[in-house]
């Protein structure tokens, strides 16, 4: 199936690595050009290199996406943005005891307010194009909180909630622009080595009896950017393999 946007700009941040140049890889391999971001240049460089063997253009900006100055290096590194999918670092695991307003101002930074700044920057001109695509990579927490995971529970479904809001305006509604937020369960990227202590952990309780790819995730992110995707907004699309065990 052709997705109808070759041609067309997507910034996708945090994408040097795991679900983000997943996302990127499959928004590439459908002609679609580039910026992508991470904060070490050379990981960035290197995927940027990879992407660019798809023939779309790829413009690299290095640095940390929760930083407001990387954010608007971000918007002015493509000549529009037709495309946002919005990524970050995953907060660390542990007890909401030890946290205290720092750690949840972070969180928050990380895993919602740089999604909602970004999504600002751009729906408005997408909608005066007729056309835009909002994918926010949230997590599966959002669905079935996770216990040691408060920070990114509760972080990202504040997301969740505002993107619930933003995606149902009739100004970005009825002019192209859809928000849809992806939900992964686990997949096999340095992030679940990273909240294992470094050992990679057992497919236990995932029905697929596996681990997800980064691929297959950003194939889903490529089809809700696709023209078909146009009816679809303010949606949550969980990939899990099956993990979560209500019937919706
Ligand atoms: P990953 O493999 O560790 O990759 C993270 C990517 O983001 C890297 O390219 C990293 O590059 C970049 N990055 C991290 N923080 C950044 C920042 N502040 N500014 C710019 N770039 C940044 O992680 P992942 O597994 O793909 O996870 C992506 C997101 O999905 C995370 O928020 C994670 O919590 C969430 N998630 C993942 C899973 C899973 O199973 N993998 C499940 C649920 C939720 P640099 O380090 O060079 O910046």
Known sequence: MDFGIAGRWALVCASSRGLGFGCAEALAGEGVNLVVNARSSDTLAQAAERLRGHGVEVREVAGDVTSPAVRGMLLDAAPQVDILVNNAGGPPPGDFRDWGEQEW??????????????????????????F?????????????????LGLSNGARSGLTGFVA??????????????????????????????????????????PAGRFGDPAEFGAACAYLCSAQAGYITGQNLLLDGGAYPGTF
Not at 132 to 148: C, D, E, L, Y
């Open 165 to 206: 809001g933003v995606a149902r305006q009739p100004q970005l509604a009825a002019h192209g622009v859809t928000l849809n937020n992806l939900l992964p369960g686990r997949f096999a990227t340095a992030r679940i080595l990273q909240t294992n202590g470094g050992t990679p952990p057992e497919p236990t309780g995932i």
């Open 132 to 148: 835009g695509r909002v994918v926010n990579i949230t997590s599966g927490s959002v669905k079935a909180p996770i216990a040691n």
């Open 105 to 130: 101002l972070a969180a928050l930074q990380s895993n919602m307010l740089t999604a909602v700044e970004l999504i600002r920057g751009t729906v408005d001109d997408m909608a005066a194009r007729g």
